[in-house]
């Protein structure tokens, strides 16, 4: 079964240009939560979808959005990008409806902001 | 807001040693709390998960226990291998209002395993 799959593995814009992350789930897992990963804050929750909806946003300005498609595909989108916006950018599925909810995360996009 | 702290920051251990990485948060009203390992530059990989209910979870030779009163969760690692070393991070999960599920991480503990 393969795992959480997260493209591009790395990607280097410049300040005011936007991006596009993607990230595929588990088969079967429909919640897909994105986290911003940075040696100053940490982790941080960014956002869970599930069934193409957003369930739940962490502390995030609006510059940060997302999407999910109907086959639970989930795309994370940062405008106009700022230097602080370099981070490691980690999604991970679940499976929901019951279970243990355990999390599987992909390998990450790292993002660096010139 | 849920806060989560881990110390130390960071240990160094010689192998074959045990060791025991600690986790504390401030609300104890979670739905459960996972352990992970973070590989430098790598995505995170799953160790352990507790579930509120429970007082702790066993996996070869990694123990992790939960108090949820007092706010407080421990690794356990026995016989320490340098294949052991790695970034050990503790996260408390939310579920509020029956769906909406969220991790808090705590800083992580960077381990190192000495040959």
């Known amino acids: 079964k393969a795992g959480v799959t997260q493209t591009p593995r790395y990607l280097i814009k410049t300040r005011g240009q936007q991006v596009t992350l993607s990230c595929s789930p588990i088969?079967?897992?429909?919640?897909v939560s994105w986290y911003q990963q940075t040696p100053g804050q940490g982790l941080q929750f960014l956002f869970e979808?599930?069934?193409?909806?957003?369930?739940n946003k962490g502390n995030f300005p609006g510059r940060f959005s997302g999407r999910q498609f109907s086959n639970s595909r989930s795309e994370m989108n940062v405008s106009t990008l700022e230097l602080g916006d370099s981070a490691l950018y980690l999604c991970?599925?679940?499976?929901?409806?019951?279970?243990?909810?355990?999390?599987?995360f992909g390998a990450g996009t790292r993002l660096s902001v010139l | 807001k849920q806060e989560v702290t881990q110390i130390p920051a960071a240990l160094s251990v010689p192998e074959g040693e045990n060791l025991v990485l600690n986790c504390s948060f401030t609300?104890?009203?979670?739905?459960?709390l996972q352990w992970f390992r973070q590989d430098p530059g790598k995505g995170l990989t799953s160790l352990l998960l507790?579930?509120?209910?429970?007082r702790e979870q066993t996996s070869g030779r990694l123990n992790a226990s939960l108090d949820k009163s007092s706010g407080r969760s421990t690794l356990y690692i026995a016989a320490s291998q340098p294949g052991d070393s790695a970034t050990y991070l503790c996260?408390?999960?939310?579920?509020?209002?029956?769906?909406?599920?969220?991790?808090?991480f705590g800083k992580g503990t960077l381990l190192t395993v000495n040959p």
């Open positions: 991970a599925s679940r499976r929901t409806g019951g279970g243990k909810n355990i999390q599987y």
């Open positions: 088969s079967g897992h429909r919640s």
């Open positions: 979808y599930f069934s193409e909806t957003q369930r």
């Open positions: 609300d104890s009203a979670i739905y459960n």
């Open positions: 507790i579930q509120s209910s429970q």
């Open positions: 996260a408390v999960a939310s579920l509020s209002g029956g769906s909406n599920y969220k991790l808090t």
